[in-house]
């Protein structure tokens, strides 16, 4: 996952009363605390033998296993390392998907914890350890209770971490995720540092932006420095275009709309004394809509070519496309609104929590199906669980691998009960 928190969130639960677990769901957390050593114990196993995108083999192979053992039919091989266990109970014909992220970080781990990589340069610095716990105590508890009838299509997906348009997502529906496991709705998480542990955060419509990279090259004539009339200087083009780029947004897109554009690395030259021939920039794009990514697209590429024109130079755009923007659907956020606030009470729900301007390949499955993609706090204090994702002091909460798990069996159960959410 790619995105920064917004401290808003923690304060932005309302005027809400408590609301205690009613006799089902305190049943179930029972049932699922009965497992949580397990589960804990996964989770840091998984921290320990962090795997980068598409290389997930030990993690796929342990979750395999494990849901084999729960009597789920697993297919593999999807996007790569990437499984979908699947269990049917009773004649229901819903169907749901919940997804879960494997993949770690090319991070160093400094969290000095017992349970830290033992892979050097790599660690999961995004919590994508503790999801696939989540779900796998999910999918032992709903094996075990089998409180559903329909259709349970548990997705462990690779390679969220990659960053590119044929992400781990993007490969899984290229192999035919939903025409093999089709699905009424589907689902996902994600934990949250500085939100309160235990807290759940939903948002209908646009939560986190399109993620696109723009490299843009300028070419010029190169020379002696101390003769600049006789060479068709890059750096001042490129220099001058930086500045300009900062108007796509503020001159271009509606105030009232979301968009980001960041000029994230500037490369020119070798000596002081020489002008080079080439410069070059590369950027990260960002918006909650299409309509606005196009526009953003439109505006870089036309202001590259007419300002290096300006110059003498030469302007080579290499636009990038990325991650779209992820957008939930109503009805089933809604419905997984309802489902948290059963589970954890209404004052530890944000139910419309603040767009966020980082990006996740799970939008790549919201553009063909219904469904939520919802955060669970990690903390908001000091040490690991309360450090920022994809910073080498991060670590998962393990008090949500409970939660976590608890929510996705609820939401389950409810869903393959109550048929099609509704508002």
Known sequence: MHWIYSPALSSMNGNFTRTEPDMYTEELLQHVRRHADEFVSIRRDIHRHPELSFDERRTSDLVAERLREWGYRVERGLGGTGLVAQLRRGDGARAIGIRADMDALPIHEATGLEHASCHTGVMHACGHDGHTAMLLGAARTLAERGRFSGTLNLIFQPAEEYGKSDSGAARMLDDGLFDKFPCDAIFAMHNAPGVPQGHLVFRDGPMMASSDKVIITIHGVGGHGASPH????????????????????????????????????????????????????????????????????????????????????????????????????????????????????????????????????????????????LLVGNGDGSGPSGCMVHNPGFDFNDDNVVVGAAYWTLLAERFLADGAPAA
Not at 340 to 368: C, I, K, W
């Open 230 to 373: 006789r060479a068709t200087d890059p750096v001042v083009a490129t220099a001058s275009l930086v500045m300009a780029l900062q108007t796509v947004v503020s001159r271009n897109v509606d105030p009232q709309e979301t968009a980001v554009v960041t000029v994230g690395m500037m490369q020119a030259g070798t000596a002081n004394n020489v002008i080079p021939q080439n410069a070059r920039l590369e950027l990260t794009v960002r918006a909650l809509k299409p309509a606005v990514r196009d526009l953003l697209e439109q505006r870089i590429v036309e202001l590259a070519h007419s300002h290096a024109q300006g110059f003498g130079v030469k302007a080579e755009v290499d636009y990038q496309r990325g991650y779209s923007a992820l957008i939930n659907t109503a009805d089933e956020t809604e419905f997984a609104r309802r489902v948290g606030v059963e589970l954890v009470g209404h004052e530890r729900v944000t139910p419309q929590g603040p767009a966020l301007t980082g990006s996740e390949d799970f939008a790549f499955m919201l553009e063909q199906r219904p469904g939520c993609y």
